[in-house]
């Protein structure tokens, strides 16, 4: 008797992996409606089978309001919390080839990524394929396996104990869906409209809210306000030096110049020093625990100076590659069946460590520190050997930290001596430590964490007089904390629970293309802009718990109440949603609090068009001219309706020839970016306000799929694009009469 058997994984590349581990490389490769399908012949639940491995390419579904609730003009952000929403289909093409390959299998098995996102599309897998399989004949029909590297022994291990998915975890992230998109949209709907159509120089296409994000703002701004009130205070300390070594005074400072000068008077009297104690210890660094997601992240950013976004995209290209484990971890100990010495054993002949691990080897690997095992996958680790010359880049230096880290974790201590010098000069004690290495340890692999060795004056003796050199009063300042790093941020986000390990990249990232704050430097301080600024201070002059972080950090723990299954779904979500919505009420009746800050920052959009382009289009609504504002965020403003229109960014907008959108009559420009100039219409009103139901926002005319239009791409597209094969080949409105056709998806051009 024999079945089929369709695997489902959440990445292209992470399919072919599964497929040549599980088939000994052995699968044929076809191409797929969506993503490649590998075939081969197996066993499954002791019968014989025939395997189909495939892909989605992240979530099959993304989460919308019902189409009378997208307009930002015709609806009211208030309504926004109790509008209904809906699921759309991310992609056409991947939920039909998910239907079409299920058609006629008898098993599923999920090998989605262990996490709650995964959890949530392997829900939104099953919605897809679970009509579509043979009827049951008794057992389980859907299975999910746990893994977490793209290794032979985890995937192997895998399959061998194939276990239910977890529906609690999948409405856990329903929830978090639902809450970031209402509340999220509402507030930033209303800031939107409200600030763009008062100030022309924002530099920001959206004023947007996020729940998690303006928590991580807030923190940036707090630490620049901290700055700003700073009142630094002189100080005095007196440093006496000794056998030529200069000594710290045991009372460290003191803020009166008066009192900074009589302790030098009385200690400058005496022109000896007695030495009190002399006093030795042997002293230990401990190894580092094993490396999770906040740790690895917060090291990219303060040691190898790359963004967290970044650092996270290449962490999961090294896995989806088979170099290391799943990078998103909170965990920070090594389960009791991984293989500590398998995994070294594997960087035994590496070029740069393979020396130091076969000494480890020989002399014997030590037991990890111990960490918290949060329940989710083990802590990141090297699953295959790999050189600079075969990673080369940013890929090789995380790849190199991550084994770097995990051979230190089973590398012994680094064991040092420490002494410390007291004198009595009269009657005022003086110190001086030193360091010696006695044994490097781990910090051999991690020379990052080394500890330099701090001479001592090696004569000196317990008890002994010895002359004193000189005194000197020291003078300065007390300084104000600097910006915060991003990896600081990291750290008060873990503590404060705003995001979870894979969302904290997502939420600095965005804090910084919003243009609400700036990386500078090689530390990587986040500097807040004008705007930033005024968006905290006016959220704590209406409502300190928009931007605390106490508010999302107790959301976070209902969610994760649901993902226990302790809480219902419903009762978090509608609990959320109800005390936000009184915060909206109250943070829109007192907008102009926060508008004060913003008078104080930019300049009225009347003063901006006095000294703007001279490029005007016809408004739609009132028929008369609208005018463009050409700093950032480009836009159109209409002074007689006093409404603006967000445009196409980072490209050049010109007039279209008096040409008219029928369907609104609004005016058409032509946008052109990129260095072939890339050209195509876009219509200010359908571009804010789509007029065809399940077109999205943000679509130029050649984009768009209204079957009348005669600036639609079905009126001016031809055919399939020969590169990406999922765009769309339109002609370029501005190449004629020599036309040429761009596709509205990828960069290719036909000429």
Known sequence: MSCTVLMVGEKPSIALGIANILSKGKSNTRKGIGTPVHEFQSTFLGKNAFMKVTSVTGHVYSIDFVQQYRSWETTDPTTLFAAPTLKEETSNSIAKHLRKEAKGCDYVVLWLDCDREGENICFEVIDNVKRKLNPPKGGRQIHRARFSAITAPDITRAMNNLVEPNYNEARAVDARQELDLKVGVAFTRFQTRYFQGKYGNLDASLVSYGPCQTPTLGFCVDRHMAIQTFQPQPFWTVSPTVEGSRFEWERGRVFETEAGVLFQSIVSQSKYATVVSITNKQEKKARPIPLNTVDLLKVCSSVLHMGPHHAMQIAERLYINGYISYPRTESTVYPEHFDINGTLQLQKGHPTWGEYVESLIETGVHKPKKGKDMGDHPPITPMASATASMLGGDEWRVYEYITRHFIATISPDCKYSKTKIIIDIAGERFKRSGKQVVSAGFTLILPGLAIKDEGIPSNMKEGKEYTVNGVSLVEGKTCPPDYLTESELIGLMEKHGIGTDASIPVHINNICERNYVKVEGVARNLVPTHLGIALVNGYHRIDPDLVLPTVRSHI??????????????????????????????????????????????????????????????????????????????????CPTCEETYSLPQNGTIKPHMNEICP?????????????????????????????????????????????????????????????????????????????RADCNLCNFMLF
């Not at 978090?572 to 915060?583: E, G, I, T």
């Not at 109250?586 to 001279?614: H, R, W």
């Not at 306000?689 to 600036?711: F, R, Y």
């Open 663 to 739: 369907l609104d009559g609004f005016e058409l420009v032509l946008f052109s970016y990129g260095a072939q100039s890339k050209c195509f219409s876009v219509c200010p009103y359908c571009y804010n306000h789509p007029t065809l139901e399940g077109m999205k926002s943000k679509m130029g005319c050649n984009n768009c799929p209204h079957p009348t239009c005669k600036h639609s791409y079905t009126h001016y597209g031809f055919t399939e694009c020969f590169e990406c094969e999922e765009g769309t080949l339109v002609l370029d409105p501005n190449s004629r009469p020599k036309w």
């Open 556 to 637: 976070e723990q209902q969610i994760d109440e649901i993902a226990r299954g302790v809480a219902q779904f419903d009762t978090v979500v509608k609990h959320s949603l109800d005390n936000f919505y009184k915060k909206f009420q109250y943070f829109v009746s007192k907008i102009t609090k926060m508008d004060e800050l913003f008078e104080a920052s930019f300049t009225p959009i009347a003063q901006t068009l006095a000294g703007g382009s001279s490029l005007k289009t016809k408004c739609g609504l009132c028929k008369r001219f609208m005018r463009l504002i050409p700093l950032k965020p480009t836009r159109f403003y």
